[in-house]
């Protein structure tokens, strides 16, 4: 069976780009903008920090159980049996994402375990932390710590019997989602990691987390011409590790501009302002500090 992630055609929105070396900050998106405060970053838990070494560089993926927390046990399991190790971006595409975690680097392997149950879509509550960054008729737009989101306006919690209404990640660069066959829940160890904006998978595929540092290298890993994808000699995955599971000394530490304090409004308001109608979550750049 190919668990291979089908393509559906889409419009590309306006791409935004995250890069992060070890212990240098990303630059805001203005260079006049203020240095952040101790109190306006926020520190991924180790516990939710991918780290993917590959043959082009690190990747640091920060997951989201809060949207997909199967799924997010299914790669925390995997990655601490070194599942992922040594294993092919056998399918990349320029212009839309780069896949691997199949052990036979076909796209028709999978792990030992069972399929997973989609999770294309999760119930929010008024506690879940989000940051709106745009508020279009019958829906909101923000962040859930990194991850680009869209939900029902907190409105509906009133109408609903558990208090909670839908959301579903976005597809914007960065963001990491779960590759599948044609039916929905056959998910199982196969992952992308996108290159450029597809809101044609949003709600189709389940979105995990989004890259916090590193798009640079997704960006720079040998893409396929051919319609397939394919990848006739692919870069590899040398070690993939929840950074919890790292020993102290080779643990990375990482932390992201709050989507709660003050400049993430200035940053998010400088971009509206900047793009104008063609204004999209997907412009948000959240700087990042990594050692």
């Known amino acids: 069976m190919r668990h291979g992630l089908r393509i559906i055609g889409a419009a590309f929105w306006a791409s935004a780009v995250f890069a992060a070396s070890a212990g240098a900050q990303t630059p805001a998106p203005d260079a006049a903008a203020p240095l952040f405060a101790e109190a306006d970053w926020r520190a991924v838990a180790p516990d939710n920090l991918l780290v993917i070494d590959t043959s082009k560089g690190r990747i640091l993926v920060e997951m989201t159980?809060?949207?997909?927390?199967?799924?997010?046990?299914?790669?925390?399991?995997?990655?601490?049996?070194?599942?992922?190790?040594?294993?092919?971006?056998?399918?990349?595409?320029?212009?839309?994402m780069a896949q691997t975690g199949d052990p036979l680097g076909t796209g028709d392997g999978q792990s030992w375990h069972p399929d997973l149950k989609a999770e294309f879509t999760f119930r929010r509550d008024a506690h879940t932390p989000f940051a709106a960054v745009a508020e279009p008729a019958g829906a909101r737009i923000g962040f859930i710590q990194s991850l680009p989101v869209q939900t029902q306006p907190d409105a509906v919690m009133a109408t609903t019997a558990d208090g909670k209404v839908h959301a579903w990640g976005l597809y914007c660069p960065g963001v990491a989602g779960m590759a599948r066959d044609d039916a929905p829940d056959s998910a199982n160890s196969q992952f992308f990691l996108m290159r450029q904006p597809y809101p044609?998978?949003?709600?189709?595929?389940?979105?995990?987390?989004?890259?916090?540092?590193?798009?640079?290298?997704?960006?720079?890993?040998?893409f396929s011409p051919n319609p397939d994808g394919i990848v006739a000699d692919p870069d590899v995955m040398t070690r993939v590790r929840?950074?919890?599971?790292?020993?102290?000394?080779?643990?990375?530490?990482?932390?992201?501009?709050?989507?709660?304090?003050?400049?993430?409004?200035d940053l998010v308001e400088r971009k509206r302002a900047e793009k104008g109608a063609d204004f999209s979550v997907c412009d948000i750049e959240l700087p990042a500090e990594v050692n």
């Open 65 to 96: 159980p809060e949207a997909a927390p199967g799924h997010v046990d299914r790669i925390r399991l995997l990655a601490k049996a070194g599942f992922y190790d040594g294993q092919k971006w056998h399918r990349v595409i320029d212009g839309f």
């Open 200 to 222: 044609a998978l949003d709600k189709r595929y389940t979105v995990w987390g989004r890259g916090v540092a590193g798009l640079d290298v997704v960006r720079a890993l040998k």
């Open 242 to 265: 929840v950074a919890g599971d790292l020993p102290e000394a080779e643990r990375p530490s990482v932390r992201v501009l709050s989507a709660s304090s003050a400049p993430f409004r």
